[in-house]
């Protein structure tokens, strides 16, 4: 069975800085694109960020140069490193994985439909 488990989530004041984890089980492939995506209440589930097996890294303008997405292939995880967080970053944070084994993050990365397997989502609250 399919698993994408995320961790690190909490609240934090503003200026603050929170490490969030993804474990990845049960798949039979390694999924060559992942990304993180956030949803705030009353609106869409965004792209944050996205890493390939290669390393290429693309990121949402507003977190570029506070966030950084890293992964350690050995142990299936990928992680979200966010610095200088602000209020606006509030959300629930979600980890995704595409169902290629070998097509790295695209122009369209953050695109939902993108990606086949979602976690269950940890939050992510920041007070000003």
């Known amino acids: 069975q399919v698993q994408l488990v995320e961790s690190g989530g909490g609240s934090v004041q503003a200026g603050g800085s929170l490490r969030l984890s993804c474990s990845r089980s049960g798949f039979t492939y390694n999924p060559y694109c992942m990304a993180w995506f956030r949803q705030a209440p009353g609106k869409e589930r965004e792209g944050v960020a996205a890493i390939d097996r290669g390393g290429s890294t693309r990121y949402k303008d507003s977190v570029k140069g506070r966030f950084t997405i890293s992964q350690d292939i050995a142990k299936n995880t990928l992680y979200l490193q966010m610095n200088s967080l602000k209020s606006e970053d509030t959300a629930m944070y979600y980890c995704?994985?595409?169902?290629?084994?070998?097509?790295?993050?695209?122009?369209?990365?953050?695109?939902?439909?993108?990606?086949?397997?979602w976690g269950q989502g940890t939050q992510v609250t920041v007070s000003s």
């Open positions: 995704a994985a595409t169902a290629s084994s070998w097509r790295p993050c695209t122009g369209t990365w953050d695109q939902r439909n993108e990606y086949s397997a």
